[in-house]
C-alpha cells in the first residue's frame, strides 16, 4: 500500500504542509499482481507516473474505485498519464449494479468547458464496471454507503485472510447513536450502527476520513466529515489493529495534523491500548503483515 494524497478539499502544496502532504485524496492497493487505485485527487498524477517507470512498458490493468465524485476525489483523472498510453486498460467501477453516473462524471469533467482534451482522446481502455460483492483478480472487494452529501462509499478488500477498509468522506458523527451524548461529553464512548460495525470489523488496516479536530467541528457539522477522535471509536468498536487518518484538513498544518493525532492516539490508548493510530502521510508505504 501507498498514500499518493492524503488531503482533503483542495490541494494545499507549500512549507507547511510538506510532511503530510498537499495532494488529494489517493490510496493505492496492491494484492499480488492486482492493482486497486482508491479515488483520483491530484495524488494520482504522481501515482500515473511510478506506474509506468515499474512497468517500463509492459501493460498496465488497473480497478479504479472512487469513494465519490467531489472534485478533491476525481481531479487528478485527466493528468493520469497510464490512460493515455493503447497498452493500458483501466475498470471504473459503479456502485449500486447498472450505475454509470460516477462514470459519467469523471470522464465529464474532461469536456471542454473544463479541460483542454475529451476524454475520447484517452488512448487506454476505459472501462465502466459493476461492483457487488465479488471478487477481483481473487480479492473480495465489497462496497458500503456513507454519510455524505451527495452520498459516498467506502470499500474493504479481503485477501489472504488480510483486509484493508478505505473509508473516508464519512460523517460518522451524523450516523452515531448517541450523537447528542457524544457532543455534550467528548470522553464518552460513541457507538456506531451494526452495519457499520460489521464492514468493518477485525480490519488489518482501516485507513479512514479524520479532518476535523473536536474543536473545529462544532461549527462543520454537515460538512460530510467527522471528528478524527469518532474516528478512533469506530476502530476500538470494530477490533481494528490499525488505523491511518487521512483526509486532512486543508487549514491544517502538519503542526496541527500532529497535534491532531497525537490527541486520537491518546484516546486509543484508553479505549483500546493494542490499536495502532498514525496519520496518512503522502509518499509512505507499508505492507499489512
Not at 449500486?96 to 453516473?101: E, H, Q, V, Y
Request: aromatic share 10%.
Amino acid at each position: 500500500m501507498k498514500f499518493w494524497g492524503t488531503r482533503g478539499s483542495i490541494p494545499t502544496p507549500g512549507p507547511t504542509t510538506h510532511r503530510y502532504g498537499g495532494n488529494t485524496a489517493c490510496l493505492e492497493v496492491r494484492a499480488g499482481d492486482a492493482l486497486f487505485i482508491c479515488d483520483g485527487g491530484t495524488g494520482l498524477r504522481e501515482l500515473g507516473l511510478d506506474l509506468i517507470r515499474r512497468h517500463q512498458g509492459t501493460p498496465i490493468v488497473g480497478h479504479m474505485l472512487f469513494s465519490h465524485p467531489h472534485w478533491d476525489h476525481i481531479q487528478g483523472f485527466p493528468f493520469f498519464t497510464p490512460a493515455y498510453q493503447p497498452e493500458n486498460v483501466f475498470h471504473i467501477y459503479g456502485t449500486p449494479k447498472g450505475d454509470r453516473r460516477l462514470f459519467g462524471l469523471v470522464s465529464g469533467q474532461m469536456r471542454s468547458d473544463y479541460f483542454p482534451v475529451d476524454f475520447s482522446e484517452l488512448s487506454a481502455r476505459i472501462l465502466a464496471e459493476d461492483l457487488e460483492e465479488e471478487r477481483i483478480e481473487g480479492v473480495k472487494v465489497r462496497a458500503l454507503p456513507q454519510c455524505h452529501p451527495g452520498g459516498s462509499f467506502a470499500f474493504s478488500f479481503e485477501a489472504g485472510g488480510r483486509k484493508v477498509v478505505y473509508a473516508t468522506d464519512n460523517e460518522l458523527d451524523e450516523i452515531l447513536l448517541n450523537r447528542e451524548e457524544s457532543l455534550r461529553d467528548l470522553e464518552a464512548p460513541r457507538r456506531f450502527p451494526q452495519e457499520l460495525l460489521d464492514f468493518v470489523r477485525g480490519a488489518d488496516l482501516l485507513v479512514a476520513d479524520g479532518q476535523y479536530c473536536d474543536e473545529e467541528y462544532p461549527s462543520k457539522i454537515g460538512w460530510g466529515h467527522p471528528r478524527a477522535t469518532t474516528t478512533v471509536d469506530l476502530a476500538a468498536a470494530a477490533g481494528v489493529k490499525q488505523l491511518a487518518i487521512t483526509h486532512h484538513d486543508p487549514m491544517q498544518s502538519d503542526a496541527e495534523v500532529d497535534e491532531k493525532i497525537a490527541a486520537c492516539v491518546r484516546r486509543a490508548s484508553r479505549l483500546a491500548p493494542g490499536l495502532v493510530v498514525f496519520g496518512a502521510r503522502e509518499g509512505a508505504q507499508f505492507e499489512v503483515p
